[in-house]
C-alpha cells in the first residue's frame, strides 16, 4: 500500500446514520476510522428529516408489552414484495432477514454505547398494517431530543434540524390541532413554551428528531476517537483486482489517497439534487421540491457503476407531498400535504376534479401514484379541496387561515377560495360539474361511513395523527359541505431518492457480472432499498441505512 497517503482499517464515504453506527462498530473492536464528508456540516439529509427508524421487535416496544416478533416483521416484509409484484433487485429473503435480525441488535448496541433512544410513540402504524405481520401500533424508534451543547465544539458541524426545540415528533404533531378547536393541543403547547423558556434560563439548547439522532451519533463517534472531516469529497474508489483497496480525496488541491485496510463504506446519500439524473430516472419530478441536502447529487452511484456495480430501484423516492405556497422555496424544510389531504373535511383531485387515490397511507405510495396519474391525465399538480370546517380546525401550508389569509397566498395564485364548489372549480379551470360530482359523491362516502372507491380510512395508520385525526369524532371522514371553499396545489416532492446500487445481506456490493467486491461496502439511499418497491412504515430508509452500517462494519471486523 505504498502508493497510499494515508491508512485507515475503515474509510466510510458521507455521514449518514449508517456512516456513525459502523464507526462505533469499528473503534469498539479497536479499528481506525476515518469519516469523509464532502459538505460543510455532518449529518446528511438524515439530520434536517424525521429521524425515525423502522426496528421489529425492538427493546422500547417490548417493554411496553407490545407483541413483535422476527417472524412477523418477516412475514410482513415479504407480503409486501407480494403486494407489489415488481422485480426489486435491491432485496431478498435474505436480505430481508438479515436486516429484522439485526435491526433490535443494532438498537441494543448503540444504547450500550450511550446513544439515548427511545419508542417514536406508540400509535404509529405501519402502512399496510392489514397485511399479515403488519404492526398496528409502533415499530418506531427515535432518538430522545437532544442538547446540542453537550458537542461543544463539534456544535457548529452539525446540520441544524427543522425543529430546533425541546419536543418530541409526537408531541410536534398533537401540537397541530387550532388551540381554539382542539384544547388538548393548547394546553401542549403551554407545556412545551414553558419547558422552552426554562431550557433557556439552564443555557440548554435543544434539538430533536434527526438533528437530535446524528447529533448523539456524532457526539459518540467522536468520543470513541473516530476521524472525522468535512470538505472532504471522495472522487474515485482503487480498486486492485477486484478487491477496493482504498479512496482517492483531494487535500490542499491535489489528489489524496486514503487506504482500507478492512473496507470502503459508502454511505454518501442519492441523487435528490441532481436533475439530469431525476430526469432519466424519475421523470415528472424536480429538484426544487426535494428537501434532501444538498451533497444528495449522485456522484457516488456514478463511481459505484464505473467499478462494475448495478443500479436498481431507481424510479423510487421517499415521497413528500408538499404544496408550493408563496416563499415556501426560501424554507428550511418546505409545507407537507399529506396531514393536510388526509385530515378530515379534505381530499385530492386532479386536473379535471376527478379523485384518484387514498389520501392517507404510505407517503411514498401518494406521490408514486401522483406521477403514475400524471401519465394518464393531468395530475402534477393536483389539488387539495377543502372548506370551512376544516380551517378551524387545521393547518394549511404550516398556517391556520380561518381569520387571516397570508399576504400574496390569493394574489399569486396559490390559495383559491370560493362560496360554492362549482365557483371554485371554475377558479381551478376544471369543470365545475366534474368537481361538484366529486365533492357529492365523498360526502355521500362520510354520511355512510366508508370510502367505498378507495378506503380511506379504513387502515391505522390513516387515522393516526400524522395522517387523520384521531382526536375527532371522524377521524379521517369528514364532509365537504360548509362555505367558503379552498383549494391550494401538491406536487409529488420528497425526501430523497430510493433507489441505488445493489448490496447483498453484509451490505457488500454487489458486481454487475456476479459476486461481489471485496472491501467495498454500501448502505442508506446510496443503495437500492431492502425494502424493494414498497415503503413499510416511518423509518424505512433510515432503518436501513444505520443497521446495514452496523452489519457491514461487523462483517469487516471478522465479528460474525
Not at 412477523?72 to 422485480?87: S, V
Not at 427515535?142 to 452539525?158: C, I, N, T, Y
Request: glycine fraction near 12%.
Amino acid at each position: 500500500m505504498s502508493q497510499f497517503d494515508e491508512h485507515f482499517d475503515w474509510v466510510v464515504v458521507g455521514s449518514g446514520a449508517g456512516a456513525f453506527s459502523s464507526a462505533l462498530v469499528m473503534r469498539d473492536s479497536g479499528k481506525s476510522v476515518v469519516i469523509l464528508e464532502k459538505t460543510d456540516v455532518f449529518g446528511g439529509t438524515t439530520a434536517k428529516s424525521g429521524g425515525v427508524m423502522w426496528i421489529p421487535a425492538n427493546r422500547f416496544m417490548l417493554a411496553d408489552g407490545d407483541e413483535d416478533s422476527i417472524e412477523a416483521a418477516t412475514t410482513y416484509l415479504d407480503a409486501l414484495q407480494e403486494l407489489d409484484g415488481n422485480p426489486a433487485p435491491g432485496t431478498s429473503p435474505a436480505k430481508r432477514l438479515a436486516y429484522v435480525t439485526q435491526a433490535p441488535r443494532a438498537i441494543d448496541f448503540l444504547v450500550g454505547q450511550g446513544i439515548e433512544l427511545q419508542r417514536g410513540g406508540s400509535a404509529w402504524p405501519d402502512y399496510y398494517d392489514e397485511l399479515p405481520g403488519g404492526c398496528k401500533n409502533s415499530r418506531t424508534v427515535v432518538a430522545k431530543p437532544f442538547d446540542l451543547k453537550e458537542l461543544g465544539s463539534l456544535r457548529r458541524l452539525l446540520r441544524r434540524g427543522f425543529a430546533e426545540y425541546h419536543v418530541t415528533l409526537v408531541e410536534g404533531m398533537e401540537t397541530k390541532g387550532h388551540p381554539r378547536t382542539n384544547k388538548a393541543a393548547g394546553r401542549l403547547m403551554r407545556r412545551i413554551i414553558v419547558r422552552t423558556a426554562r431550557d433557556m434560563l439552564l443555557g440548554r439548547k435543544y434539538t430533536t428528531a434527526g438533528a437530535a439522532l446524528q447529533g448523539r451519533l456524532l457526539k459518540e463517534t467522536a468520543k470513541a476517537g473516530a476521524d472525522l472531516r468535512l470538505k472532504t469529497p471522495v472522487n474515485e474508489l482503487i480498486v486492485d483486482e477486484g478487491t477496493v483497496t482504498g479512496i482517492v480525496t483531494v487535500r490542499d488541491g491535489k489528489p489524496w489517497r486514503i487506504a482500507a485496510r478492512l473496507g470502503v463504506l459508502v454511505n454518501a446519500g442519492g441523487f435528490a439534487c441532481n436533475q439530469e439524473m431525476r430526469d432519466k430516472f424519475i421523470p415528472g419530478t424536480r429538484t426544487v421540491w426535494s428537501q434532501a441536502c444538498e451533497g444528495d447529487t449522485g456522484d457516488m452511484h456514478s463511481e459505484l457503476v464505473r467499478i462494475g456495480g448495478t443500479l436498481a430501484q431507481m424510479d423510487q423516492m421517499v415521497g413528500y407531498q408538499m404544496t408550493p405556497a408563496p416563499g415556501s422555496e426560501k424554507a428550511y424544510v418546505m409545507p407537507g400535504a399529506q396531514a393536510m389531504t388526509g385530515k378530515p373535511h379534505a381530499i385530492l383531485v386532479d386536473g379535471t376534479g376527478v379523485r384518484y387515490m387514498n389520501e392517507g397511507g404510505s407517503y411514498e405510495l401518494y406521490c408514486e401514484t401522483m406521477l403514475k396519474r400524471s401519465r394518464v391525465t393531468p395530475a402534477v399538480p393536483s389539488w387539495a379541496i377543502f372548506d370551512r370546517q376544516y380551517v378551524e380546525r387545521y393547518k394549511v401550508a404550516d398556517n391556520f387561515i380561518d381569520r387571516t389569509i397570508p399576504k400574496g397566498w390569493i394574489e399569486a395564485g396559490y390559495l383559491h377560495r370560493a362560496n360554492t364548489i362549482e365557483e371554485l372549480g371554475r377558479r381551478l379551470d376544471i369543470n365545475p360539474a366534474t368537481l361538484a360530482a366529486t365533492v357529492a359523491r365523498w360526502n355521500a362516502f362520510v354520511e355512510r361511513g366508508v370510502d367505498e372507491d378507495f378506503q380511506r380510512g379504513e387502515r391505522a395508520y390513516d387515522n393516526c395523527g400524522f395522517v387523520g385525526d384521531p382526536y375527532s369524532d371522524a377521524s379521517s371522514l369528514g364532509t365537504i359541505d360548509r362555505g367558503p371553499f379552498y383549494a391550494v396545489p401538491v406536487v409529488p416532492g420528497d425526501v430523497g431518492t430510493f433507489g441505488g446500487i445493489v448490496t447483498d445481506e453484509m451490505g457488500r456490493v454487489i458486481k454487475a457480472n456476479g459476486g461481489t467486491f471485496a472491501g467495498l461496502y454500501a448502505t442508506g439511499v446510496t443503495t437500492a432499498s431492502v425494502m424493494g418497491n414498497v415503503y413499510p412504515g416511518a423509518g424505512a430508509s433510515i432503518g436501513p441505512s444505520l443497521v446495514f452500517g452496523f452489519i457491514a462494519a461487523k462483517h469487516a471486523a471478522g465479528l460474525d
